[in-house]
């Protein structure tokens, strides 16, 4: 991980990355050095993308309780909220070729797992429900359209699944509302889809770790780009042409489809929450008293402690970086 800090959500515009961090949306320049806040709320935050033109930003943000689809300017005031739903199945996911943010949320389903697409408009406008059915994400390049079925959760936090929920591809590439599955002969999940040029990229984990592919719109001429075997790539972006993912905390690039991924250099500025002090009273997890009934054994933030009820010393048991306690017992 790159300084300490785990970046996710990438996405880019020029010579600028957007990414998620310690709970808000950064800005750092692609060719690596210091990011700096975007947002400063300090609360769950997921999928910044920057407008075509790359004036703006939409997130996903909890600023006001459930997750809710936020846009600003790059260079403008604070963030207005576009959406009202409500749900917790609701994400941003990128941009309409007519300048609306496109966003998926299973608002007024029955269902959690019910999730459309839909367009929002800057204006705080309805949105419109775009006829794609039930999707988890959804690519627009002209009139070619790739979509991933509804899944309950990212697919790099399900390893391997390989059940009838899996993550699933389906694509119009003609623009009239047919859609096809690709890869129907696979049991694998395939997810994280976005068109460069006339080709379609993803993320599967078909070899056992999550890798980023391409193919034609019709599966053919299937091509692996990545070749990590110990963590998942996440969040693969395009800008149309260069795809950025993460992977174990660290944002990853590639200039082509010809070309070889290589790590930014990105440094987090500022104060950092996971460096502040915590105080301990407030932060207690599982505990376990001991049988005089004189101290107990205590997590706390994931370290392992042993404190005395009325006085003498507190020691820890165990804490280690990297490494979470949990249920102690005496």
């Known amino acids: 991980m790159t300084n300490g800090a785990y970046l996710r959500y990438p996405h880019l515009f020029g010579d600028l990355v957007t990414f998620v961090a310690d709970d808000d949306v950064w800005l750092a320049p692609l060719a690596g050095g210091r990011a700096w806040r975007f947002t400063a709320d300090r609360v769950p935050v997921s999928h910044p993308r920057f407008s075509p033109d790359g004036s703006r930003i939409a997130w996903t943000s909890a600023k006001e309780g459930a997750p809710e689809v936020f846009a600003a300017e790059l260079d403008g005031p604070e963030g207005e909220r576009l959406t009202h739903w409500g749900v917790a199945m609701t994400g941003t996911r990128g941009w309409t070729d007519d300048g609306d943010v496109l966003a998926v949320s299973s608002t007024g389903e029955g269902s959690r797992s019910r999730t459309w697409a839909y367009a929002v408009p800057l204006d705080g406008g309805p949105a419109d429900r775009l006829p794609y059915g039930w999707v988890s994400e959804a690519a627009v390049s002209g009139a070619k359209v ?12 399900w390893k391997r699944y390989r059940g009838g929920t899996a993550a699933k591809i389906w694509v119009d590439a003609e623009g009239e509302g047919e859609f096809a599955r690709l890869f129907a002969d696979s049991r694998a999940q395939h997810w994280a889809v976005n068109w460069v040029g006339d080709r379609l990229v993803f993320l599967s984990d078909e070899d056992g770790t999550g890798n980023l592919y391409s193919s ?6 299937l091509r692996r780009h990545t070749t990590h075997d110990q963590f998942y790539a996440r969040h693969a972006t395009t800008d149309g042409q260069r795809v950025i993912y993460s992977h174990a905390g660290d944002l990853w690039l590639l200039e082509s489809l010809d070309a070889e991924p290589y790590k930014l250099e990105v440094k987090l500025g500022g104060p950092r929450p996971g460096r ?3 105080p301990a009273p407030t932060r207690v997890g599982a505990f376990s008293p001991d049988a005089s009934g004189r101290a107990s054994a205590v997590e706390i933030r994931g370290t392992a402690h042993w404190v005395t009820h009325r006085d003498g010393p507190a020691g820890a048991l165990r804490g280690e970086p990297g490494v979470w306690v949990r249920l102690p017992r005496a």
């Open 276 to 278: 502040a002090r915590r």
């Open 146 to 157: 790739a979509t991933v079925s509804s899944v309950w959760r990212e697919p790099s936090q």
């Open 216 to 221: 034609l719109p019709d599966g053919s001429d």
